[in-house]
Structure formats: C-alpha cells, structure tokens
C-alpha cells in the first residue's frame, strides 16, 4: 500500500535552504520528535488547550510545544494589548505545562505585514522553525532525508483540547507506514442555545460533504481541518509547506500533500475545537458560526442537494467518457477546459495514465467548483434532507455494517421530518432534529476510519 516517496538529495537540501532562508528564527533549541505548532491571535483558550496537551501520554517521545502570538500592523489596539497580556503570563507559567520529555516554547511577532498577516502565515513561521532545527542538528548531508522521515509536526489551534492519547498518532502513521495522518474531530459546543445550533449545523455541514465524497467514490475524502494534521517533517520540506493565507492555507497544503504522499485517517485519537462565533479569519468555523448566529443561516443550513455529489459520481466512474454535465462544467470554466484538454491527449497513448492523471488534476478544488457550479442546476436543500439521502446511500452501498449502526439508522430514517419547525421561534426543535443526525455522522466517520 505505502509508496515511500523519493526525493533527491539536492532537491531536499534545496527546499531546506529556501525554507531556512524564508524564516524569521525563532531561536527554538531544543531537539524534538514532535514539534507541536500553535499560533495564537488574542485568544485566551491557549491556556486550555496547553492543559490538555500536557495530560497526554507521550509515548517515550521527545515533544516540543512552540506557541506563536502574532498580530498584524494594522492590528487594533485591543487585539494588540491583549496579545501581550498573554504572552506575559504565558511566560509566567507555561513551566506548569512541562514535563521530563514535553516542552513549551511561547514566542511573539508583532507588527507582520498586513498583506501576509493571518493564520497561514503564524503556521509557516512555526513549521519552518521546525525546519531549521533538524537542518541545525544534521551533522551529515546524508542522514537529512532520515531526520525529516523521522520526525513530526502536529498541527494544532488555539482553542482545540486533545484526546489524552494524542501522541500516538505518530505511531499510527509509522504503522501504516503512511506520511500524512488526519486525527477525528468533535466540536465543543456553547451552551448558548443559538451559538449550539450554529455549531450543530457546522459540523454536520462538514460530516455530510465529507462523507458524499466517501461515498461517491471521491478518493481525497478527508477533513481539510488544520488541527487535526500531524505529519513527517519530510513532507513539509518536499511540498515546502503552508501558504500565507488568512485561511484556508490547510485546505490548499492537504491538496499538495496528496499528490505525492500517503494520507491516513487517524482512528480514535481526538481533537476537539470550540465551536463559538469569531471574525479573526475570513471564513471557517468562526466566521460560519458568526454569520449564522447574525441571521444569514441558509449558508450552511441549506447545502448542496445530494443530486450534485450523484452527478460528481457518475464523472468518477467514467472518467474517460464523461457525462454532459462534465462538459458543461468546463465550459463554464475555459482555464479548466484548456487543462483538461491537454489531459486528454494521454488518453489515446495510455489509459491507465490518463485516469492517474485525471484524479491529480481533479483536485478538492475542483470538486469543490463543480458543487457550487452544480447548484444552479439542483439548487440548495436543508441540511436533513440531504443528509437522510447520504445515510441512506451509505446504506445501500455497504459502508454501515454493524448492528447498531443499521438500529440507530432505521430510527434515524423513520423519524418524520415536520416542515413548521423551520417556521420561526423553534430554533430548539431544529437543534432537536440535528444532533441525531450529528451523532450518527460521528459514529459512522468512527467506524470506517477503523
């Protein structure tokens, strides 16, 4: 199953001094097995979530925990000001999150280049650093590809606590002899009813694209959520590692990383996010929980009609004789058709190559365009509907299997969905209808990644 990629030793020591070069040090010393990278941006959470990575087992591994404020020049004051007064009593007490074999590094970068400033780039300059320290502690040219293989970077957000075996996803990747692990996710929900529901429909907004990819036959299905990556150094260094995007730079990294690495869904090892309204990026959980709780629900209340990822479905399967809509799509988009054209001309020397090249070109981005451009023609549905559709799909292609799931399922199915509680002042009955679903999502997403 494992195809260990291969990368030359110029070109490795090449990305390296690039990457070295780029970096703004931050002069973190001490040697690692895993290098944890969280930024932070006025966020009082990073106590939490400093607390529940220092309850994990390590597992005998050598960790280092590097925490990053940072804030950009055009900053307000109050972003500012409180950025300090948690650098300062993180420097006062992070000694009480270490142990013999986990350290906690806290640094602080004021004033970052508006046009670069946001989380993409806090995640560069704290994976970089990981970087420049195995380049530091390479003692021979030769043995640079083996640290980089070795060693790991986790991936983590300020607000999200972790499962106590957190750690052990880096064997769970060794094991599968895989490069790229994605942990299991559970947001943690507010008790503010409203703030709830927005989380509620959130999450099982990203369960239910996720899960029609899976089951469509989409084989890059997986959670493009930073805080759940944990990875080999090497990749990093192969694909040169984030973008400075104010979001979304975990999305375009995981779409790199698939073309040449393996990915592995990381079974029973936890992350757990807050889910609460927040505008510190332009989209994600908190700018979706925002806009929810401020009356713009149809966003991720109404998805895409499970009839788009059927049609993304019937593309999969014949690839090299696609369906109208295929055509359609790319005539929409002339960048795509010049790209596909070109791809095309394999067909005649070599199918198996086309097909290899096909699913490269026909990255999570596209898929992406081609959902949203499927909207005109299947339109938006409330989130149930469309999930009872996916449950049910599932079912008939296999993917539930165990007695309690085909129970949980039939009740799931049964339960009549009553049009008036999308009438208004019933926004408890919709949490009521959701989380079900929610929980079963959970349950199913915990099956298959065994």
């Known amino acids: 199953m494992h195809r260990r990629f291969t990368t030359s030793r110029e070109k490795l020591e090449k990305n390296v001094s690039e990457i070295i070069s780029r970096h703004i ?17 006025a966020d009082r959470e990073i106590f939490s979530t400093l607390e529940s990575v220092s309850e994990c087992d390590t597992f005998g591994k050598n960790v280092v925990v590097a925490v990053l404020l940072n ?23 992070s000694k009480r999150y270490e142990r013999d074999n986990l350290s906690v590094e806290v640094r602080h970068i004021r004033s970052v280049p508006k046009n670069v400033a946001g989380v993409g780039f806090a995640r560069r300059v704290l994976m970089d650093e990981a970087i420049c320290s195995i380049s530091k502690k390479c003692k021979r040219k030769d043995e640079l590809y083996e640290l980089l293989h070795r060693k790991f970077i986790f991936s983590l957000d300020s607000d999200s606590t ?8 880096l064997d769970f990747v060794d094991l599968r002899e895989a490069d790229f692990g994605i942990m299991s996710f559970a947001h943690r929900f507010s008790e503010r009813e409203d703030v709830k529901e927005a989380g509620v429909v959130w999450e099982l907004f990203l369960r239910y694209w996720k899960n029609s990819l899976r089951v469509c036959g989409y084989k890059n299905a997986f959670y493009p959520i930073g805080s759940l990556f944990a990875f080999r150094a090497l990749v990093y260094v192969v694909s040169m590692g984030m973008s400075v995007r104010k979001a979304g730079e975990d999305f375009y990294f995981l779409q790199k990383v698939m073309l040449f690495s393996d990915v592995v869904e990381v079974p029973g090892v936890y992350v757990f996010p807050k889910a609460e ?31 788009s990822f059927e049609a993304l479905e019937e593309i999969i399967q014949n690839i090299e004789n696609p369906p109208d809509i295929f055509f359609d799509f790319l005539r929409e988009n002339p960048k795509f058709q010049v790209q596909y054209e070109r791809l095309e001309k394999l067909k005649l020397k070599d199918v198996e190559l086309f097909r ?49 799931l085909k129970k949980e399922k039939m009740n799931l199915l049964d339960t009549e969905r009553k049009p008036e509680i999308y009438g208004s002042g019933m926004t408890e009955s919709r949490v009521c209808r959701y989380e079900p679903l929610l929980a079963f999502l959970r349950k199913v997403d915990d099956y298959l990644s065994f």
């Open 162 to 169: 972790v499962s106590k075996n957190y750690f052990s996803a």
């Open 71 to 93: 804030e950009s020049e055009d900053a307000c004051e109050n972003i500012k000001e409180e950025n300090r007064k948690i650098f300062e009593e993180l420097l006062r007490v």
């Open 356 to 404: 290899k090249k096909f699913f490269e070109w026909f990255n999570p981005f596209k898929v992406f365009k081609f959902l949203r451009f499927c909207e005109r023609i299947y339109g938006r549905s409330f989130i149930d509907e469309e999930v009872r559709k996916l449950i049910m799909k599932m079912d008939e292609k296999g993917y539930i299997q165990s007695d309690e």
């Open 25 to 41: 040090c931050l002069g973190i010393e001490r040697d690692f097995d895993i290098f944890v990278a969280i930024p932070v941006m």
């Open 277 to 307: 309204p927040s505008l510190r990026t332009p989209f994600g959980t908190g700018k979706e929980i925002h806009l929810f709780v401020s009356g713009n629900r149809d966003r991720i209340e109404k998805v895409w009609n499970f009839s």
